[in-house]
Protein backbone atom coordinates (compact mmCIF):
# COMPACT_ATOMS: atom_id res chain seq x y z
CA UNK A 1 0.00 0.00 0.00
CA UNK A 2 1.00 3.76 -0.90
CA UNK A 3 0.36 6.61 1.52
CA UNK A 4 0.70 9.99 0.92
CA UNK A 5 -0.76 11.59 3.88
CA UNK A 6 -2.11 8.50 6.12
CA UNK A 7 0.79 6.17 7.13
CA UNK A 8 -0.45 3.69 9.38
CA UNK A 9 1.04 1.00 11.16
CA UNK A 10 0.86 -2.10 9.06
CA UNK A 11 0.12 -5.75 8.84
CA UNK A 12 -1.53 -8.11 11.47
CA UNK A 13 0.39 -10.47 9.98
CA UNK A 14 4.09 -10.89 9.19
CA UNK A 15 2.93 -12.55 5.59
CA UNK A 16 2.72 -10.42 2.68
CA UNK A 17 -0.62 -10.99 0.75
CA UNK A 18 0.50 -9.09 -1.50
CA UNK A 19 -2.02 -7.18 -3.58
CA UNK A 20 -2.53 -5.53 -0.05
CA UNK A 21 0.56 -3.65 -0.13
CA UNK A 22 -0.63 0.34 0.36
CA UNK A 23 1.48 2.76 -0.72
CA UNK A 24 1.50 5.99 1.33
CA UNK A 25 1.09 9.57 0.08
CA UNK A 26 2.62 12.12 2.44
CA UNK A 27 2.01 15.61 2.27
CA UNK A 28 0.57 19.17 2.89
CA UNK A 29 -1.56 20.69 0.14
CA UNK A 30 -5.33 20.99 0.63
CA UNK A 31 -8.19 20.19 -2.08
CA UNK A 32 -8.70 23.40 -2.44
CA UNK A 33 -5.44 24.02 -3.48
CA UNK A 34 -5.66 22.30 -6.84
CA UNK A 35 -6.10 25.11 -9.75
CA UNK A 36 -2.76 27.08 -8.73
CA UNK A 37 -0.84 24.00 -8.96
CA UNK A 38 0.50 22.64 -12.00
CA UNK A 39 2.87 19.50 -10.56
CA UNK A 40 2.66 17.51 -8.37
CA UNK A 41 4.73 14.46 -7.22
CA UNK A 42 4.10 10.71 -8.77
CA UNK A 43 5.70 7.73 -9.83
CA UNK A 44 6.01 7.17 -13.08
CA UNK A 45 7.20 4.97 -16.03
CA UNK A 46 9.08 6.14 -19.17
CA UNK A 47 9.59 2.75 -20.67
CA UNK A 48 8.37 -0.35 -20.21
CA UNK A 49 9.78 -2.76 -17.49
CA UNK A 50 9.70 -3.98 -14.08
CA UNK A 51 9.87 -2.24 -10.55
CA UNK A 52 13.46 -0.87 -11.70
CA UNK A 53 12.13 1.25 -14.51
CA UNK A 54 9.57 3.29 -11.91
CA UNK A 55 10.29 7.16 -11.16
CA UNK A 56 9.74 10.02 -8.24
CA UNK A 57 9.36 12.65 -9.81
CA UNK A 58 7.18 15.79 -10.76
CA UNK A 59 4.67 15.09 -13.25
CA UNK A 60 1.85 17.31 -14.57
CA UNK A 61 -1.70 17.58 -12.32
CA UNK A 62 -4.45 15.78 -14.73
CA UNK A 63 -6.48 17.39 -16.41
CA UNK A 64 -10.32 16.97 -15.32
CA UNK A 65 -12.49 16.32 -18.28
CA UNK A 66 -16.07 17.64 -17.80
CA UNK A 67 -17.31 14.11 -16.74
CA UNK A 68 -14.03 13.76 -14.52
CA UNK A 69 -12.97 13.73 -11.17
CA UNK A 70 -9.92 14.97 -9.74
CA UNK A 71 -9.21 13.33 -6.52
CA UNK A 72 -6.21 13.90 -4.18
CA UNK A 73 -4.79 10.59 -3.16
CA UNK A 74 -4.41 9.89 0.18
CA UNK A 75 -3.36 6.32 -0.24
CA UNK A 76 -2.87 3.98 -3.46
CA UNK A 77 -2.71 -0.14 -3.52
CA UNK A 78 -0.25 -2.17 -5.70
CA UNK A 79 -1.92 -4.84 -7.84
CA UNK A 80 2.10 -6.55 -8.10
CA UNK A 81 1.28 -7.93 -11.74
CA UNK A 82 0.14 -4.79 -13.37
CA UNK A 83 3.79 -4.01 -14.71
CA UNK A 84 4.02 -7.08 -17.05
CA UNK A 85 0.37 -6.29 -18.61
CA UNK A 86 -0.21 -5.09 -22.11
CA UNK A 87 -2.78 -2.88 -20.72
CA UNK A 88 -0.54 -0.67 -18.30
CA UNK A 89 1.72 0.61 -21.02
CA UNK A 90 -1.32 1.08 -24.07
CA UNK A 91 -4.45 2.91 -24.36
CA UNK A 92 -7.76 0.57 -25.46
CA UNK A 93 -6.28 1.69 -29.18
CA UNK A 94 -3.08 0.04 -28.73
CA UNK A 95 -0.73 3.14 -28.80
CA UNK A 96 1.80 3.42 -26.12
CA UNK A 97 0.80 5.75 -23.31
CA UNK A 98 4.43 5.83 -21.82
CA UNK A 99 4.85 7.86 -19.30
CA UNK A 100 2.73 5.89 -17.18
CA UNK A 101 1.52 6.38 -13.44
CA UNK A 102 0.70 2.16 -12.00
CA UNK A 103 -1.06 1.41 -8.86
CA UNK A 104 -5.23 1.39 -9.80
CA UNK A 105 -6.95 1.63 -6.34
CA UNK A 106 -6.94 4.41 -4.16
CA UNK A 107 -8.53 6.59 -1.15
CA UNK A 108 -8.68 10.56 -1.07
CA UNK A 109 -10.37 12.77 -1.40
CA UNK A 110 -12.59 15.08 -4.35
CA UNK A 111 -10.55 18.14 -5.22
CA UNK A 112 -12.35 19.25 -7.94
CA UNK A 113 -15.03 18.14 -10.26
CA UNK A 114 -15.80 18.82 -14.41
CA UNK A 115 -18.64 20.63 -15.17
CA UNK A 116 -21.35 17.67 -15.98
CA UNK A 117 -20.43 16.04 -12.41
CA UNK A 118 -23.58 17.07 -10.34
CA UNK A 119 -24.00 14.34 -7.09
CA UNK A 120 -20.09 14.70 -6.46
CA UNK A 121 -18.35 17.35 -4.70
CA UNK A 122 -15.22 19.01 -3.72
CA UNK A 123 -14.11 17.35 -0.35
CA UNK A 124 -16.15 14.15 -0.67
CA UNK A 125 -14.18 11.24 0.73
CA UNK A 126 -14.01 8.88 -1.91
CA UNK A 127 -12.44 5.61 -3.08
CA UNK A 128 -12.51 3.63 -6.20
CA UNK A 129 -11.08 1.59 -9.63
CA UNK A 130 -9.03 2.91 -11.88
CA UNK A 131 -8.89 1.14 -15.71
CA UNK A 132 -5.59 0.10 -15.72
CA UNK A 133 -5.23 1.62 -19.61
CA UNK A 134 -5.67 5.06 -17.60
CA UNK A 135 -3.07 6.45 -15.61
CA UNK A 136 -3.23 5.19 -11.96
CA UNK A 137 -3.03 6.47 -8.32
CA UNK A 138 0.59 6.44 -7.36
CA UNK A 139 0.29 10.87 -7.45
CA UNK A 140 -0.59 12.92 -5.29
CA UNK A 141 -3.87 13.87 -7.64
CA UNK A 142 -5.21 11.32 -10.36
CA UNK A 143 -8.62 11.88 -12.23
CA UNK A 144 -11.14 9.53 -13.60
CA UNK A 145 -14.90 9.00 -14.46
CA UNK A 146 -17.08 10.17 -11.95
CA UNK A 147 -18.58 7.08 -12.54
CA UNK A 148 -15.11 5.08 -10.94
CA UNK A 149 -15.28 6.64 -7.30
CA UNK A 150 -17.98 6.09 -4.54
CA UNK A 151 -17.69 7.31 -1.16
CA UNK A 152 -15.18 5.56 1.17
CA UNK A 153 -16.15 3.55 4.55
CA UNK A 154 -15.20 5.78 6.71
CA UNK A 155 -15.16 3.68 9.59
CA UNK A 156 -11.85 2.30 7.64
CA UNK A 157 -8.73 4.14 7.17
CA UNK A 158 -7.29 5.75 4.13
CA UNK A 159 -5.22 3.10 3.94
CA UNK A 160 -7.28 0.38 4.68
CA UNK A 161 -10.06 1.64 2.10
CA UNK A 162 -7.35 2.02 -0.53
CA UNK A 163 -6.91 -1.93 -0.14
CA UNK A 164 -10.77 -2.97 -0.98
CA UNK A 165 -11.60 -1.88 -4.20
CA UNK A 166 -10.23 -4.52 -6.70
CA UNK A 167 -9.91 -7.15 -4.37
CA UNK A 168 -13.12 -6.84 -2.52
CA UNK A 169 -15.05 -6.38 -5.57
CA UNK A 170 -12.99 -10.04 -6.82
CA UNK A 171 -13.97 -11.78 -3.82
CA UNK A 172 -17.65 -10.21 -4.01
CA UNK A 173 -18.32 -11.26 -7.79
CA UNK A 174 -16.52 -14.44 -7.21
CA UNK A 175 -18.98 -15.44 -4.35
CA UNK A 176 -21.91 -13.52 -4.83
CA UNK A 177 -22.37 -13.20 -8.79
CA UNK A 178 -20.58 -16.12 -10.08
CA UNK A 179 -21.28 -18.85 -7.34
CA UNK A 180 -24.48 -17.56 -6.13
CA UNK A 181 -23.55 -18.80 -2.57
CA UNK A 182 -26.60 -19.65 -0.36
CA UNK A 183 -27.21 -19.24 3.28
CA UNK A 184 -25.93 -22.81 4.98
CA UNK A 185 -23.63 -23.83 2.21
CA UNK A 186 -20.21 -24.76 2.42
CA UNK A 187 -17.39 -23.30 0.94
CA UNK A 188 -13.95 -23.57 0.58
CA UNK A 189 -11.41 -21.18 0.05
CA UNK A 190 -7.83 -21.92 -1.31
CA UNK A 191 -4.95 -18.68 0.08
CA UNK A 192 -7.46 -17.27 2.75
CA UNK A 193 -5.26 -15.06 3.70
CA UNK A 194 -4.09 -13.88 0.28
CA UNK A 195 -5.21 -10.22 -0.94
CA UNK A 196 -8.64 -11.45 -2.16
CA UNK A 197 -8.38 -14.85 0.18
CA UNK A 198 -8.83 -13.03 3.60
CA UNK A 199 -11.74 -10.78 1.51
CA UNK A 200 -13.77 -13.64 0.20
CA UNK A 201 -13.33 -15.51 3.31
CA UNK A 202 -15.35 -12.79 5.40
CA UNK A 203 -17.91 -12.46 2.63
CA UNK A 204 -18.41 -16.03 2.48
CA UNK A 205 -19.10 -15.73 5.73
CA UNK A 206 -21.52 -12.51 5.65
CA UNK A 207 -23.46 -14.61 2.92
CA UNK A 208 -23.80 -17.26 6.02
CA UNK A 209 -21.82 -19.95 4.74
CA UNK A 210 -19.68 -22.19 6.89
CA UNK A 211 -16.32 -21.42 5.36
CA UNK A 212 -13.04 -23.35 4.93
CA UNK A 213 -9.94 -21.97 4.07
CA UNK A 214 -6.37 -22.54 3.75
CA UNK A 215 -3.24 -21.24 5.05
CA UNK A 216 -0.11 -21.53 6.60
CA UNK A 217 0.61 -22.14 10.38
CA UNK A 218 1.30 -18.63 11.28
CA UNK A 219 -1.99 -17.52 9.87
CA UNK A 220 -3.91 -19.49 11.07
CA UNK A 221 -5.13 -17.12 14.21
CA UNK A 222 -5.97 -14.31 11.05
CA UNK A 223 -7.71 -16.65 9.05
CA UNK A 224 -9.99 -17.89 11.61
CA UNK A 225 -10.81 -14.36 12.91
CA UNK A 226 -11.65 -13.50 9.35
CA UNK A 227 -14.55 -16.20 10.26
CA UNK A 228 -13.54 -19.63 8.65
CA UNK A 229 -14.75 -22.21 10.75
CA UNK A 230 -12.02 -24.36 9.83
CA UNK A 231 -8.12 -23.48 8.47
CA UNK A 232 -6.37 -26.11 6.69
CA UNK A 233 -2.63 -26.27 5.69
CA UNK A 234 -3.63 -28.23 1.99
CA UNK A 235 -6.40 -29.50 -0.44
CA UNK A 236 -5.06 -32.67 0.53
CA UNK A 237 -5.47 -32.20 4.81
CA UNK A 238 -8.72 -30.96 3.84
CA UNK A 239 -9.67 -34.52 1.74
CA UNK A 240 -8.02 -36.17 4.66
CA UNK A 241 -10.35 -34.95 7.21
CA UNK A 242 -13.05 -36.83 5.96
CA UNK A 243 -15.79 -33.64 5.94
CA UNK A 244 -18.64 -33.86 3.36
CA UNK A 245 -17.58 -32.16 0.10
CA UNK A 246 -17.82 -28.51 -0.28
CA UNK A 247 -20.66 -26.69 -2.49
CA UNK A 248 -18.10 -23.90 -4.01
CA UNK A 249 -14.33 -24.13 -4.10
CA UNK A 250 -12.29 -20.88 -4.47
CA UNK A 251 -9.16 -20.62 -5.65
CA UNK A 252 -7.54 -17.62 -5.41
CA UNK A 253 -3.84 -18.25 -5.42
CA UNK A 254 -1.94 -18.10 -9.61
CA UNK A 255 -1.28 -21.32 -11.83
CA UNK A 256 -3.45 -23.93 -12.61
CA UNK A 257 -6.05 -25.38 -10.73
CA UNK A 258 -4.55 -28.48 -8.39
CA UNK A 259 -5.84 -31.48 -9.50
CA UNK A 260 -7.34 -32.61 -5.71
CA UNK A 261 -9.42 -29.46 -5.81
CA UNK A 262 -12.03 -30.97 -8.32
CA UNK A 263 -12.42 -34.16 -6.30
CA UNK A 264 -12.91 -31.43 -2.93
CA UNK A 265 -16.31 -29.83 -4.64
CA UNK A 266 -19.41 -32.05 -4.54
CA UNK A 267 -21.50 -32.94 -7.71
CA UNK A 268 -23.23 -29.91 -8.72
CA UNK A 269 -21.24 -27.44 -6.95
CA UNK A 270 -19.22 -25.10 -8.27
CA UNK A 271 -15.39 -24.00 -8.81
CA UNK A 272 -14.15 -20.84 -8.91
CA UNK A 273 -10.80 -19.36 -10.42
CA UNK A 274 -9.18 -16.16 -10.66
CA UNK A 275 -5.93 -16.66 -11.92
CA UNK A 276 -6.06 -18.75 -15.16
CA UNK A 277 -9.18 -20.74 -16.83
CA UNK A 278 -9.74 -24.31 -15.32
CA UNK A 279 -9.64 -27.41 -17.24
CA UNK A 280 -13.30 -27.74 -18.03
CA UNK A 281 -12.97 -31.39 -19.02
CA UNK A 282 -12.15 -32.40 -15.62
CA UNK A 283 -14.63 -30.00 -14.03
CA UNK A 284 -17.48 -32.22 -16.03
CA UNK A 285 -15.62 -35.61 -15.49
CA UNK A 286 -16.56 -34.63 -11.80
CA UNK A 287 -20.14 -33.02 -12.40
CA UNK A 288 -19.06 -29.29 -11.74
CA UNK A 289 -19.55 -26.00 -12.64
CA UNK A 290 -16.21 -24.63 -13.73
CA UNK A 291 -16.03 -21.07 -13.26
CA UNK A 292 -13.32 -18.50 -14.71
CA UNK A 293 -14.10 -14.51 -14.17
CA UNK A 294 -12.41 -11.09 -14.90
CA UNK A 295 -13.31 -8.02 -12.37
CA UNK A 296 -15.15 -5.97 -13.54
CA UNK A 297 -15.74 -2.36 -11.85
CA UNK A 298 -19.21 -1.62 -10.15
CA UNK A 299 -20.11 0.90 -8.42
CA UNK A 300 -23.29 -0.46 -7.28
CA UNK A 301 -21.28 -3.46 -5.45
CA UNK A 302 -18.23 -0.67 -3.99
CA UNK A 303 -21.49 0.78 -2.68
CA UNK A 304 -22.26 -2.30 -1.07
CA UNK A 305 -18.92 -3.38 0.03
CA UNK A 306 -18.73 0.50 1.64
CA UNK A 307 -21.97 -0.70 3.54
CA UNK A 308 -20.36 -3.92 4.86
CA UNK A 309 -17.18 -2.16 6.09
CA UNK A 310 -19.13 0.69 7.50
CA UNK A 311 -20.86 -2.40 9.11
CA UNK A 312 -18.27 -3.83 11.26
CA UNK A 313 -18.16 -7.05 8.32
CA UNK A 314 -15.36 -6.32 6.95
CA UNK A 315 -11.88 -5.75 7.64
CA UNK A 316 -8.94 -5.53 5.28
CA UNK A 317 -5.39 -7.43 6.23
CA UNK A 318 -2.60 -4.78 5.33
CA UNK A 319 0.60 -6.12 4.49
CA UNK A 320 2.91 -2.81 4.63
CA UNK A 321 2.63 0.76 4.08
CA UNK A 322 5.69 2.88 2.29
CA UNK A 323 5.94 6.04 1.24
CA UNK A 324 5.09 6.83 -2.51
CA UNK A 325 8.85 7.72 -2.80
CA UNK A 326 9.67 4.03 -2.08
CA UNK A 327 6.91 2.62 -4.58
CA UNK A 328 8.98 0.78 -6.61
CA UNK A 329 9.62 -1.60 -4.07
CA UNK A 330 6.25 -2.70 -3.66
CA UNK A 331 6.42 -4.30 -6.97
CA UNK A 332 9.35 -5.87 -6.24
CA UNK A 333 9.67 -9.53 -4.90
CA UNK A 334 7.15 -10.27 -1.62
CA UNK A 335 9.10 -9.84 1.50
CA UNK A 336 8.38 -13.76 2.13
CA UNK A 337 8.49 -16.26 0.22
CA UNK A 338 5.32 -18.00 -0.93
CA UNK A 339 4.44 -21.54 0.32
CA UNK A 340 1.93 -23.98 -0.58
CA UNK A 341 -1.69 -23.79 0.81
N1 LIG B 1 -9.72 -12.80 -12.42
C1 LIG B 1 -9.64 -11.61 -11.84
O1 LIG B 1 -10.38 -10.69 -12.17
C2 LIG B 1 -8.62 -11.38 -10.75
C3 LIG B 1 -8.75 -10.29 -9.90
C4 LIG B 1 -7.83 -10.13 -8.86
C5 LIG B 1 -6.79 -11.04 -8.72
N2 LIG B 1 -6.68 -12.06 -9.62
C6 LIG B 1 -5.62 -13.06 -9.48
O2 LIG B 1 -5.89 -13.78 -8.31
C7 LIG B 1 -4.69 -14.24 -7.74
C8 LIG B 1 -4.65 -13.88 -6.27
O3 LIG B 1 -4.52 -12.49 -6.12
P1 LIG B 1 -4.19 -11.91 -4.69
O4 LIG B 1 -4.07 -10.47 -4.87
O5 LIG B 1 -5.14 -12.40 -3.67
O6 LIG B 1 -2.75 -12.58 -4.44
P2 LIG B 1 -1.99 -12.78 -3.07
O7 LIG B 1 -2.31 -11.68 -2.13
O8 LIG B 1 -0.60 -13.06 -3.43
O9 LIG B 1 -2.64 -14.09 -2.42
C9 LIG B 1 -2.45 -15.37 -2.94
C10 LIG B 1 -2.80 -16.39 -1.86
O10 LIG B 1 -2.65 -17.70 -2.40
C11 LIG B 1 -1.83 -18.47 -1.55
N3 LIG B 1 -1.04 -19.39 -2.36
C12 LIG B 1 -0.09 -19.09 -3.27
N4 LIG B 1 0.37 -20.22 -3.83
C13 LIG B 1 -0.30 -21.21 -3.27
C14 LIG B 1 -0.28 -22.62 -3.43
N5 LIG B 1 0.50 -23.23 -4.32
N6 LIG B 1 -1.12 -23.35 -2.67
C15 LIG B 1 -1.93 -22.75 -1.79
N7 LIG B 1 -2.02 -21.42 -1.59
C16 LIG B 1 -1.20 -20.67 -2.32
C17 LIG B 1 -0.96 -17.49 -0.83
O11 LIG B 1 -0.58 -18.07 0.37
P3 LIG B 1 0.74 -17.58 1.14
O12 LIG B 1 0.48 -16.20 1.57
O13 LIG B 1 0.85 -18.54 2.24
O14 LIG B 1 1.88 -17.70 0.17
C18 LIG B 1 -1.91 -16.32 -0.64
O15 LIG B 1 -2.69 -16.51 0.51
C19 LIG B 1 -3.57 -13.65 -8.58
O16 LIG B 1 -3.14 -14.62 -9.51
C20 LIG B 1 -4.25 -12.49 -9.28
O17 LIG B 1 -3.61 -12.20 -10.51
C21 LIG B 1 -7.57 -12.25 -10.62
Excluded at 38 to 54: D, F, N, Q, W, Y
Excluded at 64 to 89: C, F, I, K, R, S
Excluded at 127 to 152: T, W
Aim: proline share 9%; with cysteine.
Amino acid sequence: MLSLREPVPISHTQRCPASLLTIALKGTSSHKVRSAMSTMKAVRAHKRGGPEVLRYEDAPVPEVGANEVLVEVNAAAVTPGELAWDETWQSADGADRTPIIPSHEFSGVIAQVGGDVRSLTPGTQVYGLIDFNHDGAAAEYVSLPQEGVVPRPVRLSHVESAALPLAALTAWQALADRARVQPGERVFIQGGAGGVGSLAVQFAKALGAEVTATAIDDDVPLVKTLGAAGVVPSVSAARSRGEPLFDVLLNTFGGPVPVESYGLVRPGGRLVTLAQPLDQSMAERHGIQGIFFVVASDPGELRRITDLAEQGKLRPVIARTLPLADASIAYGPPPAPRRPG
